[in-house]
């Protein structure tokens, strides 16, 4: 069993790391399980203004990918499995065409092409580090930080070395594109409004 340290995480209480078959077995409660480097999270559900921008975030993302047939999108709850100790579910997720293997009837196994989450006050340090760390390690190919707080996006993107670095922070008004998206834009004006 786990004990509670703070408001959205649980501690194993041996050092033996969690794996994906314990994932399986913890409660369907309507709040979102983690595992990060075999460390249980859990996070209560979504505030209204994070529903909406999910909501508008998928909505364009839906409509863009269904036109061109490059891929598809994703939101949570759905099992992204990284490895045997590292389980997420990211708020949005993108999978491209030529990544389609890692779908699977039940999750995704292996790194998605565009991971996006948006960051709470409870999850924040959690999204812009620890999961960071992780989407690098496990080769994102870019990851979208999306902050309702300043109504402002962070887009990193991989370096030459292979590292996450962010190359674009957006304000509210500029435009949302993607390098692994061609002709994809959404005015961020739209998005936070």
């Known amino acids: ?3 509670m ?4 995480r649980m501690k194993p209480t041996s050092t033996a790391k969690l794996t994906y078959e314990d994932f399986l077995s913890f409660p369907d409660d309507g709040r979102r399980h983690e595992l990060i480097d075999g460390e ?3 996070t209560a559900s979504p505030a209204t203004k994070h ?3 999910v909501g508008r975030l998928h909505a364009s993302l839906f409509l863009y990918l269904q036109s061109r047939g490059t891929g598809e999108v994703f939101t949570a709850p759905f099992d992204v499995v990284l490895s045997s100790s590292d389980v997420v579910e990211p708020d949005l997720l993108v999978v491209l065409e030529d990544q389609a293997d890692i779908l699977t009837d039940q999750h995704v196994r292996g790194a998605p092409a565009i991971v996006i989450e948006i960051l709470s006050p409870a999850t924040r340090v959690r999204d812009e ?5 992780l989407y690098e390690r496990a080769g ?3 990851y979208w930080l ?3 707080q300043r109504d402002a996006i962070t887009l990193c993107g991989r370096a030459p070395d292979g590292g996450l670095v962010a190359v674009v922070h957006l304000a509210s008004s500029e435009t949302l594109t993607s390098s692994l998206l061609p002709g ?3 005015p961020l004006s739209d998005l936070f409004r």
């Not at 340290?5 to 959205?8: A, I, K, S, Y």
């Open 140 to 142: 994102v190919r870019e």
């Open 129 to 133: 580090q620890l999961k960071r760390g």
């Open 146 to 148: 999306v902050d309702p």
């Open 184 to 186: 994809f834009s959404m």
């Open 5 to 8: 340290d703070g408001p959205d």
């Open 40 to 42: 249980h999270y859990v």
């Open 1 to 3: 069993m786990a004990a």
């Open 51 to 53: 529903q909406r921008l």
